[in-house]
């Protein structure tokens, strides 16, 4: 089983920076592609940015520049980085690793950017 706790959302300024932390537990590799994704009120939910299993990565174009995604494989812990946030950025951010066939989901991290 694996779990997955973000922390690290709150209120912040327009052209502030927010970190987010994902801290997973279970039968977890260094290799299991992370990621983060995040859903605004009345939206669908979509991927924000995602390390894969060969360690590239993937940025949205909405966030690309601003946010940066990083990893501790001794933590077992992802992390978002997140700069020049907009107010368009305000939403709910889960957490996502894929492990085998499965897909695992935090319970997610409110950020609210005010103008």
């Known amino acids: 089983q694996v779990q997955l706790v973000e922390s690290g959302g709150g209120l912040v300024q327009a052209g502030g920076s927010l970190r987010l932390s994902c801290a997973a537990s279970g039968s977890i590799f260094s290799n299991n592609a992370m990621g983060w994704y995040r859903q605004a009120q009345g939206k669908q939910r979509e991927l924000v940015a995602r390390?894969?299993?060969?360690?590239?990565?993937y940025y949205a174009e909405s966030v690309k520049g601003r946010f940066t995604i990083s990893r501790n494989n001794a933590r077992n812990a992802v992390y978002l980085q997140m700069s020049s946030v907009k107010p368009e950025d305000t939403a709910v951010y889960y957490c996502n690793i894929v492990v085998g066939m499965m897909n695992y989901w935090g319970k997610g991290t409110l950020v609210t950017v005010s103008s």
């Open positions: 390390m894969f299993s060969s360690g590239s990565l």
